[in-house]
């Protein structure tokens, strides 16, 4: 069988680093495909540094999908085959220049011509007894009338100037609210037709008494109305004739006749009172069917409060309390073994077990001398099959002229 050397490794779970490594070791984590390496030393054989050495989080992958994080600085500007057509592909300079060599400078100009409809428009500016093709036909003198809202006319002397006289003889137009200044302001300051939500204190003409339309009420025109309704029979002279806040039919109630009165009781018991025992139909026979506190006499199946394990008090035992005594004496063992004449048969009936149990032991080594108490230690490792590795510290093995076959060092998991 041929030797086994297996890395640290991770089969599955979270990718990355082990959370830590002895300096040199190797760990391969299989989540994410990378070897690691601990790097540098603690002082205690602990890496200071967990780096990838290999694997797919370690170097660029030559085909497949991969993200790399970080700045990364190329010696040489890195080439592509093909175009970019992704929103985040590099753009190849072949590429780039396709696109730049059908766009203008950013500085450049334009002829009349180059501008659709220009030479029309400009064309369209000297009226039409004046209509030129360029500027250069403003040399001659013109004259042009204004007609419509506008009266007047437009002069071209021969050096180019204008010379506009003009009034305004329609003043028929119309104008939006945002061109009349603080129009708006004003229109929000002021309430609605429908449903006004009106603040402060609002006041209204008064209507007259007994008006009972929709015309807003104002509250000298409800307190009138209270006025004209006058308080009726509710007056206090009315139903307090005596003046003493009390109404004078509850001061009727609270003098009831004894007949008026509902619900009352049809007899009362009389004051504290005693009876002798012949009075009470059936105590006497209760009594006697009782137990007396003193030496009582008790028949039938008397029943207890069964006393705690241990109890050795005047308190009544019951035959649970005796039972569980009597199991916590034989200890709860076995039925060939809960009398004195199994537990003799047990030892053998050697009236001197222990002495037999001693001796019997001293010829045995200690378990908590763990095999130094050995007569002839060389014996008993040549016994065993053991060689002189068998003393070697496990940090310092030497193996001279010899050989290991079919091992495994397996480094574990993480």
């Known amino acids: 069988m041929a030797n086994t050397i297996q890395l640290k490794r991770r089969v599955s779970g979270v990718a990355g680093a082990p959370a830590a490594l002895k300096s040199g070791e190797l760990a391969h984590n299989e989540v994410d495909n990378t070897v690691y390496v601990g790097k540098g030393d603690d002082g205690s054989g602990i890496a200071t ?23 990364k600085t190329f010696s040489l500007v890195p080439k592509s085959s093909q175009d970019a057509s992704a929103a985040t592909d590099l753009v190849r300079k072949s590429q780039l220049d396709a696109g730049l060599a059908t766009k203008a400078a950013l500085s450049h100009s334009h002829a009349i011509a180059d501008v659709t409809g220009l030479q029309g428009a400009l064309d369209a500016k000297l009226g039409a007894t004046a209509n030129a093709a360029s500027a250069s036909k403003l040399s001659t003198a013109r004259t042009i009338a204004l007609a419509g809202d506008l009266s007047g006319s437009v002069s071209f002397d021969g050096s180019a100037n204008v010379t506009i006289t003009a009034a305004v003889t329609d003043d028929s137009h119309a104008h939006v ?66 003046g003493d806040g009390k109404v004078d039919a509850a001061e009727v109630a609270d003098a009831a006749p004894w007949a008026g009165i509902t619900g009352k009781p049809t007899s009362f018991p009389p004051s504290t009172h005693s009876h002798a025992i012949s009075q009470v139909t059936g105590l006497q026979n209760a009594l006697d069917a009782k137990a007396a506190l003193a ?22 035992a019951t035959t649970a309390f005796v039972a569980a005594a009597i199991g916590a ?28 149990v001693t001796n019997a032991l001293a010829g045995k080594l200690s378990a908590a001398s763990n095999l130094s108490d050995l007569p002839n230690k060389a014996t008993s490792r040549s016994n065993l099959g053991l060689g002189s590795i068998a003393t070697q510290a496990a940090s310092s093995v030497a193996i001279t002229g010899g050989s290991i076959n079919g091992i495994i060092l397996d480094g574990g998991t993480f």
């Open 295 to 316: 030496s009582p006499a008790l028949t039938g199946t008397p029943t207890a409060p069964t006393a705690v394990t241990g109890t050795n008090t005047t308190q009544v």
């Open 49 to 71: 540094s967990i780096v990838p050495v290999a694997g797919s989080g370690g170097f660029v992958a030559l085909t497949g999908t991969q993200t790399i994080g970080g700045a």
């Open 177 to 242: 609210i945002a061109n009349v200044d603080g129009l708006q302001a004003a229109l929000d300051a002021k309430a609605p037709l429908a449903s006004p939500a009106l603040t402060g204190t609002p006041t209204a003409p008064t209507a007259a008494s007994g008006t009972n339309t929709t015309q807003v009420a104002t509250t000298a025109f409800v307190q009138q109305a209270i006025v004209d309704f006058g308080p009726g029979d509710m007056l206090a002279a009315t139903y307090d004739t005596d």
């Open 329 to 356: 004496l034989i200890d709860a063992a076995p039925g060939a073994m809960d009398t004195l004449n199994e537990l003799a048969a047990a030892l053998g009936d050697d009236p001197n077990f222990a002495t037999t």
